[in-house]
């Protein structure tokens, strides 16, 4: 399906028979995965495990009609959104931590690949502006055989990469022409608080050189004339009490380092759940004061496309971009 004059990437990839080239190496690395930077080398194909706890089937914990995502990908009709269980992370504060760490209670979400595509057309068929495909990392392999099954049974509407930019580039770059919308996370700016909150070593290293290839790949977000999300990047940051995600540090890197244009969804929804208690420093919501300097932080970068959440309260801290928030740029 054209959306104004676009085609969703894959459509080339597929007609050119590279899709299904693809497909075939992605699956060849589950004899010994380096999907991630943590390159464990897991022989997934014969049942061992790695750090994610994921075997050679993909886990989907749920899909819907995702209503409550950025306004250029919800739209009217929502953001076709398929939930993939476990993670390469282990985010203290994780609100679908029930999905993310508990990889034993996930096994029964196990699907075939034939499943996984017939999910992502049922989603289209209900009217989905795009497949979102959420915490996908660890199952690229997977999505990417799903998606060879599905286009020649008519998927043709834009995939969303929602990831926690904890990927690798050799992996981003087999998705090359294959993602139309990357939306990554950038979590922290500095090393000590990813490994101490997410245990993840590098990760600004890490983030930063997968949101750059990401750009690389498609660059600044693009819209239809219904300004529905065709092609580019939007970049997520959740604001941290004690600004434990360094938020300027990581809007001024964005700026300068990728561009004054990025399109950024500031977050406001942070809620000390799961193990986020275990740290005083987290242990709170932010502070009304803490979202203003945020606020401010995205000024003083100079970036003007995105979205500002409303700060949420603790018994309604899931994402919702349909209460009156603060937009800013044209």
Not at 205 to 219: K, W
Not at 268 to 281: C, L, N
């Amino acid at each position: 399906m054209t959306m104004g004059n676009y085609t969703a990437s894959y459509l080339t990839l597929f007609r050119s028979g590279e899709l299904n080239k693809r497909a075939a190496r992605l699956a060849e690395s589950l004899s010994s995965c380096e999907l991630c930077p943590r390159r464990c080398g897991a022989v997934r194909a014969q049942g061992e495990l790695g750090f994610c706890r994921s075997g050679v089937l993909p886990v989907v914990s749920s899909s819907c009609a995702h209503h409550g995502e950025e306004p250029v990908l919800s739209g009217t009709h929502g953001s076709g959104t398929i939930f993939f269980g476990n993670c390469n992370l282990r985010c203290a504060f994780c609100q679908n931590y029930q999905i993310s760490q508990a990889p034993d209670r996930q096994k029964v979400n196990e699907v075939s690949l034939e499943r996984l595509a017939e999910i992502m057309l049922s989603l289209q068929a209900q009217g989905c502006h795009n497949i979102n495909l959420v915490s996908p990392t660890h199952f690229v392999p997977q999505i990417v055989q799903a998606l060879a099954l599905a286009a020649p049974q008519g998927l043709n509407i834009p995939l969303v990469y929602n990831t926690n930019a904890y990927d690798s580039l050799t992996t981003l770059r087999e998705l090359s022409g294959i993602i139309d919308i990357y939306l990554p996370d950038l979590k922290y700016a500095t090393d000590e608080n990813a490994e101490k909150y997410s245990q993840a070593p590098n990760y600004p290293q890490t983030a930063r050189a997968a949101i750059r290839e990401m750009f690389r790949q498609v660059g600044i977000l693009e819209t239809d004339t219904d300004d529905i999300a065709e092609r580019g990047v939007i970049v997520r940051h959740l604001i941290l009490p004690h600004n434990a995600a360094g938020t300027e540090e990581s809007l001024q890197w964005l700026a300068h380092e990728v561009s004054p244009d990025i399109t950024v969804s500031l977050m406001s929804q942070y809620y000390p759940i799961h193990r986020a208690t275990q740290y005083p420093e987290l242990a709170r919501p932010i502070t009304a004061a803490e979202h203003a300097v945020a606020e401010r932080s995205l000024a003083k970068a100079g970036i003007e496309n995105g979205w500002v959440q409303d700060p949420a309260s603790p018994e309604n801290y899931l994402p919702d971009f349909t209460r009156p928030g603060h937009p800013f740029g044209s």
